[in-house]
């Protein structure tokens, strides 16, 4: 999904931050950390207070897991998500892969929720763009023509139909690209086997994106969140409990051609990168809504974010736009302590 170089700044810097900010207690703490690959970034698995056999079984597990995710969503390789995408261009019906059928469930009702600010059906319009390539190289932008066609045929996850095991697609412009749900659904996943393993207390740190159960030794996990403006740090968060906290952001992966910077996220409804945002982070309880809702937000923009949240069910919001502004909700100001300050913060109506 995508590169690793790109992501390593931003993820050495929330180890950094993570460990920076626990240093403090971390001595004495019997906290254990593990990092595996997949989905083209590097993950982190802390637990605590966990003996070190089950800790090293939990870390298997994952990265077992993770490899199986990884092959059954991946859009552009050959696997479950390739196939089924083969059959749509097709024409043709297929029985689900049990291995994408709930992620394709879930999305399709996410979709929905967001008016489709999120839609993985996109793939078509983020292969022209070449943003599904794992070397991303600069390059001239797809011609407006070649965008327009795309969208006359109108892609979109909705078409695609599930009868009990049966897909059908009624809709051969449709391309699955889960690129914007599945590392959230991934870290869920992971958090399930933790919880079955009988571990209470972990964080599974997905190149900065997270979900976090328990806490750190009776204290919160403390989260950075990235100023999208030359990086470092733009607010510090502590979550307890059980949270995700996600962001998509523009610095995540792009190029520049003629001057402009084109970034992966894609606005379904014109089929350019979505204008306005730098950055979204949303906490929610479950990671795949976290991380669909960041997408989702980030493409609605500071004029529509507050609405797509309310329909997405979603009480956190932090965005930044490309001007610096910092658009947030009441609960979300509260649990920010910002390290930056802001041309201008703007506290939205209750979420
Ligand atoms: P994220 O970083 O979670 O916002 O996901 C961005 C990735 O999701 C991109 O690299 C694309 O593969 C895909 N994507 C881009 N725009 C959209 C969109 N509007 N809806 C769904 N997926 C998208
Ligand atoms: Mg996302």
């Keep these: 999904m995508r590169t690793l170089a790109k992501r390593h700044y931003w993820l050495s810097l929330s180890i950094a931050a993570l460990l920076l900010l626990s240093g403090a207690c971390s001595r004495e703490l019997p906290s254990q950390y593990f990092r595996m690959l997949a989905f083209g970034t590097i993950m982190e698995l802390e637990v605590i207070g966990v003996d070190p056999q089950t800790a090293q079984k939990a870390h298997q597990a994952l990265q077992h897991d993770f490899d199986l995710m990884h092959k059954a969503w991946h859009a552009w390789e050959p696997g479950p998500v390739g196939r089924i995408n083969q059959y749509i261009r097709e024409g043709k019906p297929l029985a689900a892969p049990p291995s994408v059928l709930p992620l394709l469930r879930l999305s399709r009702d996410l979709a929905e929720k967001s008016d489709h600010l999120f839609d993985p059906g996109i793939g078509k319009l983020i292969a022209l763009w070449g943003f599904q390539s794992s070397e991303l190289k600069p390059h001239a932008p797809p011609e407006k023509e070649a965008i327009e066609a795309i969208l006359e045929q109108h892609p979109s996850i909705q078409d695609v139909h599930l009868d009990g095991m049966h897909i059908t697609c009624d809709n051969p412009a449709v391309q699955l690209d889960f690129g914007a749900v599945g590392k959230g659904y991934g870290v869920d996943r992971a958090i399930e086997r933790l919880k079955e393993m009988g571990i209470g207390n ?50 995540e992966r792009n190029f520049s051609w003629g001057g402009k910077l084109y970034h992966h996220i894609i606005d379904p409804r014109t089929g350019y990168p979505a204008k306005d945002s730098a950055s979204v982070t949303v906490i929610h309880s479950d990671a795949a809504t976290a991380d669909a809702a960041a997408t989702a937000l980030f493409v609605a923009g500071p004029k529509d974010w507050h609405r797509i949240a309310k329909q997405m069910g979603i009480k956190y919001v932090l965005l930044i736009d490309t001007e610096g502004r910092a658009y947030m909700n009441p609960a979300m100001r509260e649990r920010l302590k910002l390290q930056k300050t802001p041309r201008e913060i703007i506290i939205s109506d209750p979420l």
């Design 202 to 251: 972990a964080i599974v740190n997905a190149g900065g994106d997270l979900r976090a159960i328990g806490s750190r030794a009776g204290n919160p996990w403390r989260i950075a969140i990235r100023d999208p403006d030359g990086g470092g740090i733009f607010a510090l968060l502590s979550v307890t409990g059980d949270e995700s906290v996600f962001t998509s952001g523009n610095y």
